[in-house]
């Protein structure tokens, strides 16, 4: 098993940033990845940012440019570091990781607001 902490959400004006991160212990040599989803009242969750355990990184239009995913190996930490945050940014930022047979693991998730 995976477990998967985030920490870092908060409340945040229009234009400020924020750094979420998401501490992973357990049995994390079944990883191959590490992402950030996002999810907002009344819509589907939706990926944020993805990266590989070799550093490869996959971004979502609306967040390129403005959002950074980073991993520490070793303090098995992945990283989403968010800037020029805008009102449409705001929801409950979950952290994932994706394991090698396919297995999805999911943290508690951490509250995002950004105010106009």
């Known amino acids: 098993q995976v477990q998967l902490v985030e920490s870092g959400g908060g409340l945040v004006q229009a234009g400020g940033s924020l750094r979420l991160s998401c501490a992973a212990s357990g049995s994390i040599f079944r990883l191959n990845g590490m992402g950030w989803y996002r999810q907002a009242p009344g819509k589907q969750r939706e990926l944020v940012a993805v990266?590989?355990?070799?550093?490869?990184?996959t971004y979502a239009d609306s967040v390129k440019g403005r959002f950074t995913i980073s991993q520490d190996n070793a303090k098995n930490t992945v990283y989403l570091q968010m800037n020029s945050l805008k009102s449409e940014d705001t929801a409950v930022y979950y952290c994932?990781?994706?394991?090698?047979?396919?297995?999805?693991?999911w943290g508690q998730g951490t509250q995002v607001t950004v105010s106009s």
């Open positions: 994932q990781g994706g394991s090698y047979d396919a297995t999805a693991y």
């Open positions: 990266i590989t355990s070799g550093g490869r990184t």
